[in-house]
């Protein structure tokens, strides 16, 4: 079992910044991928970035790439999201994830094995 608490979520302004983290306990040794989604209200839920726990190669949605940056610590069982130049678009609930062993592909959500509680991320315009 893989627990996985987010937090760092909160309301911003748009052009901000938020720093989401996910810590991870329990068998964190094969958590093999950890990814970041989001789910607005009315819609589907998205992939967002995703990172490689053993290379550090590093996955993004189109919509954020060049503004979000996800990284981890494998030393703490901590991956962050550093989210910049934040939009309204980009308010929703963040989920983190993670996936025990490469079955499926990166950008789809069902392929992952554990998931964190959320939090919200509320952007102002």
């Known amino acids: 079992q893989v627990q996985l608490v987010e937090s760092g979520g909160g309301l911003v302004q748009a052009g901000g910044s938020l720093r989401l983290s996910c810590a991870a306990s329990?068998?964190?040794?094969?958590?093999?991928?950890m990814g970041w989604f989001r789910q607005a209200p009315g819609k589907e839920r998205e992939f967002v970035a995703a990172?490689?726990?053993?290379?550090?190669?590093?996955y993004y949605a189109d919509s954020v790439k060049g503004r979000f940056t996800i990284s981890r610590d494998n030393a703490k069982n901590t991956v962050y999201l550093q989210m910049n130049s934040l939009k309204p678009e980009d308010t929703a609930v963040y989920y983190c994830?993670?996936?025990?062993?490469?079955?499926?592909?990166?950008?789809?959500?069902?392929?992952?094995?554990?998931w964190g509680q959320g939090t919200q991320v509320t952007v102002s315009s």
């Open positions: 994830a993670a996936m025990v062993r490469l079955t499926g592909p990166i950008r789809i959500g069902n392929a992952y094995d554990y």
């Open positions: 990172i490689i726990r053993s290379s550090g190669s590093t």
């Open positions: 329990g068998r964190t040794f094969s958590s093999y991928v």
